[in-house]
């Protein structure tokens, strides 16, 4: 099965700043078969990006997706106070799907 | 809008069953496959088991292939997941997750409930 890699595991920043958040596969994702969901503590996973790149509905713009093979990256172009939470990577393309250990965003 | 709610969880010893329950509402539940995805404590979600929208075609993963079984009811809007012989490895927060498709083929998630913790302890 293919294994997510998630750098960095913690990433310490101040609202308004800049996000920038990496997943990287052991083998390449067929098709870029790749989504991000975002989870709040105690919350569930909430969609983001699937295909790499294509935003999910209701996702604000400061978000973005890009990349294919196995590098893959989630920005945060500014901060907002709800965007402090843990982000995963799943990838699709091969089955049994498989998730990322997490990238946290926390206040600094 | 959709909502799904899960139910069933709770504190059980090793070796015994538990039933767990994904009731769904504001769609058309018979158009979609669903997954069971769950979290143990601090960890990443991981892949457990898929139904087709209709049920004729589900998979498991490895890791629970034998002790699980995966069903819904399309009269009911719920989705089931049987576990049986669990063990300390399977506590984690269950989460059912809707796929956008109806098929069994591996895909993402575009809603997902709010989880039922199974807690296997002795």
């Known amino acids: 099965e293919i294994v997510l890699t998630q750098s960095p595991g913690t990433l310490s920043l101040s609202p308004g700043e800049r996000a920038t958040l990496s997943c990287r596969a052991s083998?390449?994702?067929?098709?870029?078969?790749l989504a991000w969901y975002q989870q709040r503590p105690g919350q569930a996973p909430r969609l983001l990006f699937y295909?790499?790149?294509s935003r999910a509905a209701g996702i604000p713009d400061r978000f973005s997706g890009s990349g294919s093979g196995t590098d893959f990256t989630l920005t945060i172009r500014t901060l907002e106070p709800e965007d402090f939470a843990v982000y995963y990577c799943q990838q699709y393309g091969d089955s049994p799907g498989t998730f990322g250990q997490g990238t946290k965003v926390e206040i600094k | 809008q959709v909502q799904l709610v899960e139910s069933g969880g709770g504190v059980v010893q090793p070796g015994t069953s538990l039933r767990l329950s994904c009731a769904a509402s504001g769609f058309t539940f018979s158009n979609n496959a669903f997954h069971w995805v769950r979290q143990a404590p601090g960890k990443g979600p991981e892949w457990v088991a898929v139904i087709s929208y209709d049920g004729s075609d589900k998979y498991y993963a490895d890791a629970v292939k034998g002790r699980v079984t995966i069903s819904r009811d399309n009269s009911k809007n719920t989705m089931y997941l049987q576990l049986n012989s669990l063990r300390a490895e399977d506590t984690a927060v269950y989460y059912c997750a809707r796929a956008p498709y109806p098929g069994s083929a591996t895909y993402y998630f575009d809603y997902w409930g709010q989880g039922t913790l199974v807690t296997v302890s002795s």
């Open positions: 083998q390449s994702v067929r098709s870029n078969y």
């Open positions: 295909g790499a790149s």
